[in-house]
């Protein structure tokens, strides 16, 4: 249970920093560096699809290292 707000957390601080609501620059954010993609999507798309992909892996990865702990700690499973 602990890891769901992880995932939870990096994707609502890249969208408030995307909306221009969190993290400011010059640190960087994903959601930063999806919204100065955004003008220029369809020169440089690798420019969106990096962090785009760095949030989906980051969260997942996440997720799946909870399901990992839940199945390995939880007394309640059989094998």
């Not at 798309?45 to 760095?54: D, E, N």
């Not at 199945?71 to 094998?79: A, E, F, K, V, W």
Request: charged share 15%; glycine share 8%.
């Amino acid at each position: 249970h602990a890891t769901v707000p992880i995932p939870q957390a990096i994707v609502g601080d890249d969208v408030l920093s995307f909306r221009g609501l969190g993290v400011q620059p010059p640190p960087p954010s994903w959601g930063v560096m999806l919204q100065y993609a955004q003008s220029d999507l369809l020169q440089a798309p690798r420019l969106a699809v990096y962090p785009g992909l760095a949030i989906v892996l980051a969260a997942l990865a996440f997720n799946v290292l909870g399901d990992g702990l839940r199945d390995i700690l939880d007394p309640r499973t059989t094998r």
